[in-house]
């Protein structure tokens, strides 16, 4: 079962602006991770954030996580065409050994 | 640095035929290794992973299975596939639990 479900499921802006995807989850986390996966290609990892991290930076990406609403937010900013892909949630919950991904948000940037 | 290989990038077989698909990783050791499948258009679902040699834990029951022959290798296998097993099959490795998972390119398998 999806652990994570990611919104919106599409998502089409121009290049320059800012690209924001939600993620919300069930149960209590360990730590979530974003992913991106370029068509037909395996998943790149973005960045991670533990359950007692409320945001985080890296490059253009910032990640927030509100674990009393069980959600999670990726902001990619000034994006470019080349940031078209898939973006995924993940969660680790337990004893840490599973990855449980969402079903992605497909962004496309244009020109 | 570490790498991860998977092989074949793409397959096409017969229902029935059998499935081996394999997975390497080079420059660690006793990493937790990952199958994941991603049918088309959807997210991906863990149908496998392993903690050491010989350890299996399968995720959803399936016609497939898997086998850790070596610290550093996962192998996915069937031995009668279906036209349901068609999808995106995806090897993964972290070197801890909770940790960045890494990914292999990923093999597309079509069952006609």
């Known amino acids: 079962s999806q652990q994570g479900e990611e919104d919106p499921q599409a998502l089409s802006i121009q290049e320059g602006e800012n690209a924001t995807m939600n993620c919300s989850y069930k149960t209590s986390i360990n730590n979530l991770q974003w992913y991106r996966q370029n068509s037909g290609r395996g998943l790149v990892h973005l960045i991670l954030i533990r359950s007692n991290e409320r945001e985080k930076h890296s490059g253009r990406l910032r990640v927030t996580l509100d674990t009393s609403k069980k959600s999670s937010s990726l902001l990619i900013t000034a994006s470019r065409a080349a940031d078209t892909a898939s973006y995924f949630c993940a969660t680790v919950t337990g004893g840490g050994n599973k990855l449980t991904f969402g079903t992605g948000t497909q962004l496309k940037v244009e020109l | 640095s570490q790498t991860i290989h998977q092989w074949p990038a793409t397959l096409v077989q017969p229902v029935g035929s059998p499935l081996s698909l394999e997975c390497t990783v080079e420059?660690?050791?006793?990493?937790?290794l990952y199958w994941y499948r991603q049918a088309a258009g959807r997210g991906l679902q863990l149908l496998f992973y392993?903690?050491?040699?010989?350890?299996i834990s399968s995720e959803v029951p399936q016609n497939l299975s898997a086998s850790r022959p070596q610290d550093r290798q996962f192998i996915l296998s069937s031995k009668k596939l279906l036209l349901s097993d068609s999808g995106f099959y995806l090897c993964?490795?972290?070197?801890?639990?909770?940790?960045?998972?890494?990914f292999g390119e990923g093999s597309w398998l079509t069952v006609v």
């Open positions: 993964a490795w972290s070197q801890d639990s909770g940790n960045t998972i890494y």
């Open positions: 392993s903690v050491g040699i010989g350890q």
């Open positions: 420059g660690t050791s006793n990493p937790n």
